[in-house]
């Protein structure tokens, strides 16, 4: 099993432009999320989903789009990228009903110049 | 709204001493869980310990324990014989127990660096 699969690992962009990170899970896990890691703080949620087809706004969703069409993955649009989410984002999942068993992805670290 | 402090930027150790990590949180809910991640220079997080608040005692894995000071809302990481290996940030996590995780997300502490001396 690959447990939780990030790609890209590595982007940079210029300001404006747009990308979509992929997290694909292979665990059947219903809940997945999308954080944000910055030197000197602590990981915060921009956007999660707790099934397919559904998905909700974390801490800092702003600047930001998600889709869940498929159940094993997890998109993370930037629609005009900015310096500010320069960043390395990280894909989580969960299954229901458990009480620890959060997968992480390896990460994907982003700069936008 | 929970939130998760580590006031140690950065701690250093030397090899097969022990160091201790620490995390205070602040919530109002009387059930949660706490962990402790670690993340190698590799970014991969992985889940060191955990501690549920209605347990008294303090969880141990290997030569990892917790301090859980429930009262105090402290959730310290002792380390002990520390190895090379053991070199990593270590994050500190707080997620609330049903019914009050509608999402079951972490809130995280901001991270301790720790550097393991030769």
């Known amino acids: 099993n690959a447990g939780v699969t990030q790609t890209p690992k590595f982007r940079v962009l210029k300001t404006g432009q747009s990308m979509t990170l992929l997290c694909a899970q292979d665990?059947?896990?219903?809940?997945m999320y999308w954080y944000r890691q910055d030197p000197g703080m602590g990981l915060r949620l921009i956007h999660y989903s707790v099934g397919e087809g559904t998905t909700a706004k974390g801490e800092v969703p702003d600047g930001y789009n998600v889709s869940r069409l498929k159940k094993q993955n997890f998109l993370l649009g930037l629609e005009s990228a900015a310096p500010s989410q320069t960043s390395v984002y990280f894909c989580?999942?969960?299954?229901?009903?458990?009480?620890?068993?959060?997968?992480f992805g390896s990460g994907t670290r982003l700069t936008v110049v | 709204a929970q939130t998760v402090t580590q006031s140690q930027p950065e701690m250093s150790v030397q090899e097969a001493e022990t160091v201790t990590l620490s995390c205070t949180y602040d919530?109002?809910?009387?059930?949660?869980?706490l962990f402790w991640y670690k993340q190698p220079p590799s970014r991969q997080m992985i889940l060191v310990i955990r501690q549920e608040a209605y347990k008294q005692q303090n969880a141990t894995e290997n030569r990892f324990s917790v301090n859980f000071q429930k009262a105090a809302k402290s959730f310290s990481l002792k380390i002990s014989d520390s190895q090379l290996g053991d070199a990593a940030m270590y994050f500190c996590?707080?997620?609330?127990?049903?019914?009050?995780?509608?999402?079951?997300?972490?809130?995280w502490g901001a991270g301790t660096k720790l550097i393991i001396k030769p």
């Open positions: 919530t109002s809910e009387s059930d949660y869980y």
């Open positions: 989580a999942s969960r299954r229901q009903g458990m009480k620890y068993g959060y997968t």
């Open positions: 996590a707080y997620r609330s127990a049903p019914p009050g995780d509608s999402n079951y997300q972490l809130i």
């Open positions: 665990m059947n896990h219903e809940y």
